[in-house]
Nanobody, 122 residues
Framework: QVQLVESGGGLVQAGGSLRLSCAAS????????MGWFRQAPGKEREFVAA????????YYADSVKGRFTISRDNAKNTVYLQMNSLKPEDTAVYYC???????????????WGQGTQVTVSS
């Protein structure tokens, strides 16, 4: 298991940017694929982005392609989500998660952080 702690959420106006960070501890971070998911009030949790252990494979939800960028720094045990051109519909709690494989399916992720709130005002 790996322990995950997200940070970087907050309140931003539409069109603005935020960068989320997820710091990992525990088992070897570089052996895990990482993902970001989000859940808005009253909605199901949805996939946002994922990155393989070495950054060679990237997945994005259609709703964030061209606006969000996932990256990782294995030396710092951290994965990032750069969010640009934010929209009110991006408002949600954002979670990072770790998986043994590069995937978009939430059921493949075994470790989850506690989440960080992102609120985009119109």
């Amino acid at each position: 298991q790996v322990q995950l702690v997200e940070s970087g959420g907050g309140l931003v106006q539409a069109g603005g940017s935020l960068r989320l960070s997820c710091a990992a501890s525990g088992r070897t971070f570089s052996s895990y694929a990482m993902g970001w998911f989000r859940q808005a009030p009253g909605k199901e949790r949805e996939f946002v982005a994922a990155i393989s252990w070495n950054g060679g494979i990237l997945y994005y939800a259609d709703s964030v392609k061209g606006r969000f960028t996932i990256s990782r720094d294995n030396a710092k045990n951290t994965v990032y989500l750069q969010m640009n051109s934010l929209k009110p519909e991006d408002t949600a709690v954002y979670y990072c998660a770790a998986s043994g494989i590069a995937t978009m399916r939430s059921t493949d992720f075994g470790s989850w952080g506690q989440g960080t709130q992102v609120t985009v005002s119109s």
